[in-house]
């Protein structure tokens, strides 16, 4: 088995467009503002075909995480909104010219900051949000049919022999 060491690039990186996108006020001014509060409309734009649901994931933390189970979601994105901690997420593409597995070079550790969204794209593979923290929330949303009726998982050990790690100590010394 092998066992591939992953760096943890931040969400905001240009890298991160290939499996999604980075929801962050930071983007523009904005939209209306007054003493009580600041407002920024479309900051992104999931893609669903039906009703969202809101779900919690919560994330135990470890300094080293390794993943092999990954999910994607062919006919919907995906929006994680972590809201405790910053998290980790490990992401990945199918390969190029087809095909339903991982592609093991296209795996990829990002970092979204609490308090900022990503919104990945349809079709991109990933694992539950990793942390450092002792927890760590992170909102979901997609269409509410999803969790029943598009979920495609793959495990990379079983099916490629490899495994990806990421050593969380990293993230703590990222701005």
């Known amino acids: 088995m092998i066992r591939k060491k ?6 905001a990186s240009p890298e991160f467009a290939r499996y999604g996108v980075r929801v962050s006020s930071k983007s523009k001014a904005p939209d209306a503002a007054c003493p009580e509060f600041r407002w ?7 893609e669903m ?3 969202p649901s809101v779900g919690l994931v919560e994330s135990t933390g470890k300094d080293l995480h390794e993943s092999r189970v ?9 929006t994680l909104i972590p809201v405790d901690a910053d998290v980790v997420l490990v ?5 190029a010219g087809g095909g339903t597995g ?6 990829r ?3 979204v900051r609490r ?3 990503v919104i990945l794209h349809s079709g991109t593979w990933h694992y539950a949000p990793l942390t450092r923290a002792p927890r760590a929330r992170t909102f979901v949303v997609f269409d509410r049919r999803t969790p029943d009726a598009d979920v495609h998982q793959v495990d990379s050990e079983a099916d490629l022999g490899m495994t990806f790690a990421v050593n969380m100590a990293e993230m703590a010394v990222a701005p």
């Open 115 to 117: 308090g900022e969204a």
């Open 6 to 11: 992953l760096a943890i690039f931040e969400a």
């Open 102 to 107: 991982v592609d093991p070079e296209s795996v």
């Open 91 to 95: 992401v990945a593409r199918s390969p």
């Open 70 to 78: 990954f999910e994607r979601h062919a006919a919907t994105s995906e």
């Open 49 to 51: 075909g039906g009703v």
């Open 40 to 46: 920024w409309a479309n900051l992104g734009w999931p």
């Open 109 to 111: 550790a990002f970092r």
